[in-house]
């Protein structure tokens, strides 16, 4: 590892998995910590779109579009399993495990690597992240 | 892991959630933030926000100078309509906020403690944290009153808005500033209103909402433009949306009638204004149109351009091409599409946004710009961006530009921070 870069127990898993989200600021870096579908994922607070404060949205489970066997319209309805980080700001949303928008894969939240040891979540910070978010 | 040094350990603060009851300078810190590193130094002019002003309805209605419609409108406040006593608007069919996703749409922020009128708080932690140095408020719940049957319902609110904003809210802050709302409805009552407040410094301009069937070439509008143009103070027509039309009730979504409603009906008044050749009437009256973004614009100069060129006689008031009286007028930037750079760039380069447009960020609705919308535009001169984010105003309005917002550093210190 460089020495850009540290290395920062940031939650404790049972208490991710519990709250599903979690968002902090780092030494001026601020992310958003999820726990979903057994796999923990973290992405900068900032969106894509104007530099909002994804992560302190909401958390949706997914709209789609159902369609009936005779290919009539079914509604909308919330997907079952997946769901979306919803950008305050905008309504920007993203899913949270790949951290792309729906409609517009091309758009997406810059990821954060992290790693689970033990009952620790550890995220990895680059000196040079910007410092203060909004970018 | 290795334990850590304890002088190392990193500062960890958690973030709440951001909701509608959030303080606007912890939703805003984001924008600050990038006021701090961006445009600190610039001169920013709002030219369209709408503060929350729903939540003092109640102060409006009191205002109403009609003791029947007074006493309609604080009997219908105190039980089924609310915050919409009087109004038009349809509460199940304004769908703004996404399902409550965008929680700054209806915010309830608790405004305890604020020093003054809660809704002046409001604003001023809205423009301090945008680092914005003026802001131009508008009453969103009359957006739609054009489209009210009751005339008469349209003059008394109007009447006591235009009250409640000159006698309550623009004395108590400087950094405010208003468009007198016009009942067009009724062009006698917008003619006695432009004359009582005509010169009243906190006015800097009188604004039609553009949703209405009216055709703004109608003579019985003579005699109110003749007097906005002696005024000096520009005339806005500021868009909305209306899914009672009924080219618009064939939209299931509210995200489809937003995107065509509120280019719709600006282009209709601007086309009525420039065929009929208003321009060439009122040369001297300044036209500003408002939420429509920007896209429609450069459609309507050619294709306007396109049909006076193929039936002169039907326009032969002009004596230069639609576009170029469109090159004359001013538009506000919401919301600004810019999907497409290359779009974007050609659409201002048609109606010279450098000296023609002007910043707007329609904060708190859910579709709002921040000045990075500007100062990130990669094609832009600094000075464009600059004219662009308040000296264009300043012109069109007649705004010093000495420098009236605190510096983005200390609003980020001053925030609760706990979102």
Same mark, same amino acid.
């Given at each position: 590892?460089?020495?850009?870069q540290?290395?920062?127990?940031?939650?404790?898993?049972?208490?991710?998995?519990e709250?599903?989200?979690? %968002?902090?600021?780092?030494?001026?870096?601020?992310?958003?910590?999820?726990?979903?579908?057994?796999?923990?994922?973290?992405?900068?607070?900032?969106?894509?779109?104007?530099?909002?404060?994804?992560?302190?949205?909401?958390?949706?489970?997914?709209?789609?579009?159902? %369609?009936?066997?005779?290919?009539?319209?079914?509604?909308?309805?919330?997907?079952p399993?997946?769901?979306?980080?919803?950008?305050?700001?905008?309504?920007?949303?993203?899913?949270?495990?790949?951290?792309?928008?729906?409609?517009?894969?091309?758009?997406?939240?810059?990821?954060?690597?992290?790693?689970?040891?033990?009952?620790?979540?550890?995220?990895t910070?680059?000196?040079?992240?910007?410092?203060?978010?909004?970018? | 892991?290795?334990?850590?040094?304890?002088?190392?350990?990193?500062?960890?603060?958690?973030?709440?959630?951001?909701?509608?009851?959030?303080?606007?300078?912890d939703?805003?810190?984001?924008?600050?933030?990038?006021?701090?590193?961006?445009?600190?130094?610039?001169?920013?002019?709002?030219?369209?926000?709408? @503060?929350?002003?729903?939540?003092?309805?109640?102060?409006?209605?009191? =205002?109403?100078?009609?003791?029947?419609?007074?006493?309609?409108?604080?009997?219908?406040?105190?039980?089924?309509?609310?915050?919409?006593?009087?109004?038009?608007?349809? !509460? #199940?069919?304004?769908?703004?906020?996404?399902?409550?996703?965008?929680?700054?749409?209806?915010?309830?922020?608790?405004?305890?403690?604020?020093?003054?009128?809660?809704?002046?708080?409001?604003?001023?932690? #809205?423009?301090d944290?945008?680092?914005?140095?003026?802001?131009?408020?508008?009453?969103?719940?009359?957006?739609?009153?054009?489209?009210?049957?009751?005339?008469?319902?349209?003059?008394? +609110?109007?009447?006591?808005?235009?009250?409640?904003?000159?006698?309550?809210?623009?004395?108590?802050?400087?950094?405010?500033?208003?468009?007198?709302?016009?009942?067009?409805?009724? /062009?006698?009552?917008?003619?006695?209103?432009?004359?009582?407040?005509a010169?009243?410094?906190?006015?800097? #301009?009188?604004?039609?909402?553009?949703?209405?069937?009216?055709?703004?070439?109608?003579?019985?509008?003579?005699?109110?433009?003749?007097?906005?143009?002696?005024?000096?103070?520009?005339?806005?027509?500021?868009s909305?949306?209306?899914?009672?039309?009924?080219?618009?009730?064939? +939209?299931?979504?509210?995200?489809?009638?937003?995107? =065509?409603?509120?280019?719709?009906?600006?282009?209709?008044?601007?086309?009525?204004?420039?065929?009929?050749?208003?321009?060439?009437?009122? !040369?001297?009256?300044r036209?500003?149109?408002?939420?429509? #973004?920007?896209?429609?614009? /450069?459609?309507?100069?050619?294709? =306007?351009?396109?049909?006076?060129?193929?039936?002169?006689?039907e326009? /032969?008031?002009?004596?230069?091409?639609?576009?170029?009286?469109?090159?004359?007028m001013?538009?506000?930037?919401?919301?600004?599409?810019?999907?497409?750079?290359?779009?974007?760039?050609?659409?201002?380069?048609?109606?010279?946004?450098?000296?023609?447009?002007?910043?707007?960020?329609?904060?708190?609705?859910?579709?709002?710009?921040?000045?990075?919308?500007?100062?990130?535009? !990669?094609?832009?001169?600094?000075?464009?961006?600059?004219?662009?984010?308040?000296?264009?105003?300043?012109?069109?309005?007649?705004? /010093?530009?000495?420098?009236?917002?605190?510096?983005?550093?200390r @609003?980020?210190?001053?925030? !609760?921070?706990?979102?």
């Amino acid at each position: 590892m460089s020495a850009a870069q540290h290395e920062i127990v940031v939650a404790g898993l049972a208490d991710l998995e519990e709250r599903e989200r979690l %968002v902090v600021e780092v030494d001026g870096v601020e992310l958003g910590i999820y726990f979903h579908a057994g796999e923990v994922r973290a992405w900068h607070n900032v969106c894509p779109h104007q530099g909002g404060p994804v992560c302190q949205g909401k958390i949706m489970p997914r709209t789609v579009q159902t %369609v009936r066997e005779d290919r009539k319209n079914g509604g909308p309805a919330f997907h079952p399993s997946d769901r979306t980080i919803v950008c305050p700001w905008h309504g920007f949303e993203f899913d949270i495990g790949t951290g792309r928008h729906p409609s517009a894969p091309g758009i997406g939240l810059r990821p954060i690597p992290v790693r689970v040891q033990g009952d620790d979540v550890i995220v990895t910070i680059r000196g040079d992240q910007p410092g203060f978010p909004g970018r | 892991m290795p334990e850590q040094d304890p002088s190392a350990r990193p500062r960890i603060r958690e973030l709440a959630e951001i909701g509608g009851r959030t303080d606007t300078r912890d939703v805003l810190a984001h924008a600050t933030a990038q006021a701090h590193r961006e445009y600190d130094d610039y001169f920013i002019v709002d030219i369209d926000a709408h @503060v929350s002003e729903d939540h003092f309805w109640a102060e409006v209605l009191e =205002l109403i100078d009609n003791d029947v419609w007074r006493h309609i409108g604080m009997d219908q406040l105190g039980k089924f309509a609310g915050n919409n006593a009087l109004l038009n608007i349809q !509460p #199940g069919m304004s769908q703004q906020s996404v399902g409550g996703r965008i929680g700054h749409q209806g915010r309830k922020e608790p405004l305890d403690g604020v020093t003054g009128h809660p809704f002046v708080g409001a604003a001023r932690r #809205g423009m301090d944290a945008m680092g914005l140095d003026y802001q131009v408020v508008f009453p969103s719940a009359m957006l739609l009153l054009g489209m009210h049957p009751q005339d008469e319902i349209e003059v008394v +609110l109007g009447r006591a808005f235009n009250r409640w904003l000159t006698e309550v809210v623009l004395p108590q802050d400087d950094r405010l500033k208003g468009m007198l709302y016009l009942p067009y409805n009724t /062009p006698e009552a917008c003619e006695e209103l432009v004359e009582r407040y005509a010169g009243d410094d906190g006015i800097i #301009g009188y604004t039609v909402c553009s949703t209405r069937n009216n055709p703004v070439h109608s003579d019985v509008y003579t005699r109110l433009y003749k007097l906005i143009e002696d005024s000096g103070k520009p005339l806005a027509f500021h868009s909305g949306y209306h899914w009672g039309d009924p080219s618009f009730a064939q +939209l299931n979504r509210f995200l489809s009638m937003h995107a =065509l409603s509120f280019t719709h009906y600006n282009q209709i008044h601007v086309t009525n204004w420039i065929i009929n050749a208003m321009p060439e009437r009122f !040369p001297k009256l300044r036209m500003v149109w408002v939420e429509s #973004g920007l896209a429609w614009i /450069p459609f309507l100069m050619q294709r =306007l351009d396109h049909e006076v060129l193929m039936r002169p006689s039907e326009a /032969p008031g002009l004596t230069r091409l639609p576009s170029e009286y469109m090159r004359d007028m001013w538009y506000t930037s919401q919301p600004m599409e810019r999907t497409s750079m290359e779009l974007l760039e050609a659409g201002m380069k048609a109606f010279g946004a450098e000296t023609q447009l002007l910043y707007s960020s329609d904060w708190p609705h859910w579709d709002w710009d921040a000045p990075s919308t500007i100062t990130r535009l !990669p094609f832009l001169s600094e000075q464009a961006k600059r004219n662009i984010l308040g000296l264009n105003a300043a012109r069109v309005f007649n705004l /010093p530009t000495d420098r009236r917002k605190p510096a983005a550093q200390r @609003v980020l210190q001053d925030r !609760p921070g706990i979102s």
